[in-house]
């Protein structure tokens, strides 16, 4: 029986190992970067220029000026530029090896088959959106001449990095879902779709729309919630509810994997 | 005029063979309707600001009716070649074609044709449905109007088809076609009319989109059917998009002429 702190230690070199393969293979394929980075850089135009349409008609949306809004954009691609560089590039090979089999390799390994499968190939070009992301709150900030202080950055990256569990935790359980669907393809259309939701403030949708996405399916917490812990309007009962849903994500992810792998037979059997 | 007969006689049996295709990967097609998530975002914002008072004019069932036509006009006039037909090129299968003595782009045109007969009845019940739930009346269905339709969706189809196969074109030159053809699609789609109504941009910018190809894609369709141009308004926009569909087209074949005179196919 391994200890605790060096079962961490030996997945964190696991991660290491696997972020510089990425790497190496990434910078194989340099052009992409540029390719990338104006795709990032158009999706960002669209997302402002829907904003700005949306503001040259009113002066707040849902309680929420120009510039704040803009924070809820920035926490938006940060999300997805995570979704697209981490999650997305598992999940197609995920969903490869499961069809042909190749998923043996995976499961003999001395390791956690949901880590090893969720985490092994990042697609650096695609951080391009973070880089985005990141420029749109710092204009936000400096439009509304707010620094926020040390709690806030604290709740924020506290509840940023939730927001990340949750994606994963929601990635994760739809990879482990080809284990028993094998063309999940249209799923994560559906789930990419779902998430353009979260470029606008919650607060700005009508009320059913509000109350759902709010409530009962987290995506407001993929962006609403980050920015208003930056921009101090969170209560702190509504950023327990976001930790508490991004632990139980991810503690249901966990389960769901195990479920899924003890699942799998493999292709030829 | 010869030539003409003769694409007529080939014509039906393209189409016959193109149409049992699409329905071997009807599957395929239903997935296409999940794109439509996104206006139906940017929807559910404007009915929130309707709320209080119409936005420029539209109200919340306005926008309803704006939004569903969006999604219903995409389908009959959306169009994706770029990938297929930049794959037929780099990769040399386009050899094939040039031996038969159809222009491969008639292979294209006849997939897209089959593609929307397919996939248009799947969400005309929905938004048939969304339209007869929401009160107050969002489309107008007289005959006059609904040829105007008619009329405005086929520019908007010819419009589509040929820009796109304009962009793969380009693939006789260079790599990146992929990267400008989605460049495109997102250019499109928000100056197009799709993303949000051109009567919303302010009014010297919605002015100018009205000249300007990408209206034909979504946007003419839509205001015809809901009821927001005259016949006159609507005759002028037709006409514009007539226009660019020509020059279009024509850049497209002179392109694509250009193209296969250098094109020697991957591995002879």
């Known amino acids: 029986m391994r200890t605790i702190p060096h079962t961490i230690a030996r997945y964190v070199g696991l991660l290491k190992l696997f972020a510089h393969n990425s790497v190496l293979t990434n910078l194989e394929y340099r052009v992409n970067f540029a390719g990338a980075l104006l795709m990032s850089l158009l999706d960002a135009l669209w997302a402002v220029g829907g904003a700005v349409l949306f503001y040259s008609h009113r002066a707040t949306l849902g309680g929420w000026t120009f510039p704040e809004a803009l924070v809820v954009v920035g926490m938006f691609f940060i999300a997805s530029g995570f979704l697209d560089a981490f999650l997305q590039p598992n999940l197609r090979d995920v969903i490869e090896a499961v069809r042909t089999g190749a998923m043996d390799y995976v499961l003999i390994k001395p390791i956690s088959p949901m880590f090893h499968a969720t985490l092994r190939r990042f697609r650096l070009e695609k951080l391009s959106s973070l880089g985005v992301g990141l420029a749109l709150i710092g204009y936000a900030l400096a439009q509304l001449r707010l620094w926020p202080g040390t709690e806030r950055w604290i709740a924020f990256l506290g509840l940023g990095l939730a927001a990340l569990i949750l994606l994963y935790a929601l990635m994760a359980m739809l990879t482990a879902l080809c284990f028993w669907v094998v063309d999940i393809a249209n799923i994560e259309e559906l789930v990419f779709g779902v998430l353009d939701v979260a470029r606008f403030p919650a607060q700005a949708f009508p009320e059913p729309v509000r109350g759902i996405i709010s409530l009962v399916i987290p995506i407001a917490f993929v962006s609403t919630v980050p920015a208003e812990a930056l921009l101090g309007r969170l209560t702190p009962a509504m950023a327990l509810y976001g930790l508490a849903w991004a632990g139980a994500a991810l503690l249901l992810s966990v389960l769901v994997w195990r479920a899924a792998v003890s699942r799998y037979t493999s292709a030829s059997s | ?268």
Not at chain 2, 31 to 50: K, Y
Not at chain 2, 73 to 98: F, H, K, N, P
Not at chain 2, 179 to 184: C, E, F, K, L, T
Not at chain 2, 230 to 238: D, V
């Open chain 2, 1 to 268: 005029m010869h030539k003409l007969t003769r694409l007529l006689v080939i014509y039906p049996a393209l189409l016959r063979a193109y149409w049992e295709r699409a329905v071997a990967y009807r599957a395929v097609f239903a997935v296409s309707l999940l794109n439509a998530i996104f206006p139906l975002v940017m929807m559910a914002i404007w009915i929130g600001m309707a709320q209080d008072g119409p936005v420029a004019g539209f109200s919340a069932p306005d926008f309803a009716g704006y939004y569903l036509a969006a999604v219903l006009v995409r389908r009959l006039t959306g169009v994706g070649i770029v990938q297929d037909a930049e794959r037929l090129v780099r990769s040399g299968e386009l050899s094939v074609y040039l031996f038969r003595p159809l222009d491969v782009v008639h292979h294209f045109f006849a997939r897209v044709l089959t593609g929307r007969v397919v996939v248009t009845p799947m969400l005309l019940a929905p938004v048939a449905l969304a339209i007869l739930a929401i009160p107050g009346p969002q489309f107008d269905l007289r005959p006059a109007t609904l040829m105007r339709f008619a009329l405005s969706c086929g520019i908007g189809l010819l419009f589509e088809f040929y820009a796109q196969w304009l962009l793969a074109g380009l693939a006789f030159w260079i790599v990146q076609t992929q990267g400008i053809a989605a460049a495109y699609q997102f250019v499109k789609a928000f100056l197009g009319g799709y993303i949000v109504p051109l009567a919303l941009f302010p009014p010297a910018v919605s002015g100018l989109l009205t000249w300007l190809p990408f209206q034909s894609s979504v946007a003419l369709p839509v205001e015809i059917l809901t009821g927001r141009l005259s016949a006159e308004q609507s005759f002028l926009r037709l006409a514009i998009g007539a226009g660019w569909v020509a020059l279009i087209a024509l850049g497209a074949r002179l392109l694509w002429r250009a193209g296969l005179r250098g094109y020697s196919a991957v591995g002879g």
